[in-house]
């Protein structure tokens, strides 16, 4: 599910007057996924600014640039955070009169419009923007360390866990440049898990996510991989048109797996895969920068290489994945559905609160290796049932998790 679209029927014909009218009167744009810039500071920026209002369809305008610089003066400045806000729309009139320097608030900053929604908005300039939206990471995350963060480049392949990991990397200021890779549009069992809204059914995962990622921040730079990472196309992936720091897997396919760490391992780029598991996430760290030798999957499967010159069918891939998983890494439940999985119900579960989890543990990890932080090789599985469900932890429910972890098991190796 999610592939392609399903249904191909168009039914514009057999709608009443009204609504024709509405649609071909409404504004329409599947296709765009940048923002239009417009710098204030460069040259013939009026000009270009003028020619965008001509040309474009223009819903809505926001200028809040007034208040966006506002805060941050606020923010810089500790003392008139505590203030009342009577004293403190007082003294922001000096800093809001130096900051114009006898310009027009307009002709400052940045226009940004989007194309897909129609909306032209003011912001900061870049720098003052980075700053503004990253100024609440301090010193939680120094100056410099920001920076390192956000000059790191990342590789994110499958946007259904791994938009949750480029959405947190872009929110928390981290990886300016981002590569985002997904062949398969939005179904409507994906919104169970990916920040989408109902208007998405049907579009393209990576135009949606590289549109919420711009709209978070204008000034990013990401390359969108709307088809499958191939053989072909995963040289272009790491290199074009800058080299990847990181990559994040998250998808399902086994062999492209096991491309993407071949590929890092020979480049000497870590690999960093959240797999979320019920309400567990389960987060596997490969250090291929520090040691080009590493097994792939911290060598749980041996001469899984061999997998890349022939085809792998479901039962294959199922018996391949808990190996690479480990069963006892698995909760009941979970163990439970994925013996149900081809007969009961289509695919393996997946629960939306543990996916936006999984999102904010891979960027944890990136953020690590960004700041050269000593974080190994390995893997740490992250449950809540043990630290919330005394249940969970009880005798009773861990002899009949044993008990099936055995059946499980037992399975796997009859396949």
């Not at 009204?18 to 204030?40: C, F, G, Q, T």
């Not at 995963?234 to 990181?246: K, S």
């Not at 695919?347 to 936006?356: D, E, H, N, V």
């Not at 449950?383 to 796997?412: M, P």
Request: charged share 25%; proline share 3%; net charge neutral.
């Amino acid at each position: 599910m999610g592939q392609g679209r399903l249904a191909q029927s168009d039914h514009t014909t057999e709608w009443p007057a009204v609504l024709k009218r509405a649609y071909k009167e409404a504004h329409h744009d599947n296709l765009s996924w940048n923002p239009i810039i417009v710098e204030m500071d460069k040259p013939n920026a009026h000009k270009t600014f003028e020619a965008l209002i001509e040309r474009e369809t223009i819903l809505r305008v926001i200028d809040n640039y007034d208040e966006q610089f506002a805060e941050l003066t606020v923010s810089r400045h500790p003392q008139l955070y505590r203030a009342s806000l009577d004293v403190k729309r007082e003294s922001l009139k000096e800093y809001l009169l130096k900051h114009y320097a006898g310009q027009q608030s307009w002709q400052l900053g940045s226009w940004v419009y989007f194309p897909w929604t129609g909306v032209l908005v003011h912001i900061l300039q870049d720098e003052l923007f980075q700053e503004s939206r990253t100024i609440r990471n301090k010193n939680l995350l120094t100056v410099e360390e920001q920076q390192k963060y956000a000059e790191f480049s990342v590789g994110c392949v499958g946007m259904s866990v791994g938009s949750n990991v480029a959405l947190s990397l872009a929110i928390t200021g981290g990886s300016k440049r981002l590569k985002i890779a997904d062949g398969a549009v939005i179904s409507a069992s994906n919104l169970n898990r990916i920040v989408a809204g109902v208007a998405d059914v049907g579009m393209s995962k990576s135009l949606v996510v590289a549109r919420k990622l711009y709209e978070m921040n204008p000034y990013l730079e990401i390359e969108r991989f709307d088809q499958d990472i191939t053989k072909d196309s995963i040289q272009r992936f790491f290199e074009a048109p800058w080299q990847l720091d990181a990559v994040v897997d998250e998808i399902d396919d086994l062999k492209m797996k096991i491309l993407l760490r071949v590929e890092a391992r020979k480049r000497r780029i870590p690999v960093v895969m959240a797999t979320d598991l019920g309400d567990d996430v389960m987060i596997d760290v490969e250090r291929f920068d520090k040691d080009g030798n590493l097994p792939l999957f911290h060598g749980l499967v041996g001469n899984i290489e061999e997998l890349l010159d022939r085809e792998v069918g479901k039962q294959e891939w199922l018996k391949y994945a808990m190996q690479i998983i480990g069963v006892k890494n698995v909760s009941l439940r979970m163990q439970q559905s994925l013996l149900d999985v081809g007969t009961k119900i289509v695919t393996q579960p997946q629960l939306g609160s543990t996916a936006l989890m999984s999102g904010a543990v891979a960027a944890y990890a990136v953020r690590q290796i960004a700041l050269e932080h000593p974080l190994q090789t390995g893997r740490t599985l992250i449950s809540l049932d043990s630290k919330l469900r005394k249940d969970i932890v009880s005798f009773a429910y861990k002899r009949e998790l044993s008990r099936h972890t055995r059946q499980l098991t037992q399975a796997l190796e009859a396949m």
